[in-house]
């Protein structure tokens, strides 16, 4: 069963740092993607970052170019998402999410929806 927990939300003032931290589990990681998505009630889910393990590719929405960091550390099975420069717009649920197997990259491209996905973690920046 995969499992991804996510970790490291809270509260920030604007212009701070946060690290996420997603711990997968439950799959073989030899060839997989994770992506960090976010939702503000009332608004369509964003995907912010993604990541394929096995390819190396990345991809950041532009609202966080520049400001956020994904990457994993494979001896853990964990993706991080470092936030810097974090502004009230970054105020969301974050969400971890994964696919896993052959045809994992795809999702890569433009952060699509992955299969699987974690319980999420609140992200409040104030102003």
């Known amino acids: 069963e995969v499992q991804l927990v996510e970790s490291g939300g809270g509260l920030v003032q604007a212009g701070g740092s946060l690290r996420l931290s997603c711990a997968a589990s439950?799959?073989?990681?030899?060839?997989?993607?994770i992506g960090w998505f976010r939702q503000v009630p009332g608004k369509e889910r964003e995907g912010v970052s993604c990541i394929s393990i096995t390819e190396g590719t990345l991809y950041y929405a532009d609202s966080v170019k520049g400001r956020f960091t994904i990457s994993s550390d494979n001896a853990k099975n964990t993706v991080y998402l470092q936030m810097s420069a974090l502004k009230p717009e970054d105020t969301a649920v974050y969400y971890c999410?994964?696919?896993?197997?052959?045809?994992?990259?795809?999702?890569?491209?433009?952060?699509?929806?992955?299969?699987?996905w974690g319980e999420g973690t609140l992200v409040t920046v104030s102003s």
């Open positions: 999410a994964a696919a896993v197997g052959m045809g994992s990259s795809w999702y890569v491209s433009g952060c699509r929806a992955m299969p699987f």
């Open positions: 439950g799959f073989t990681f030899d060839d997989y993607a």
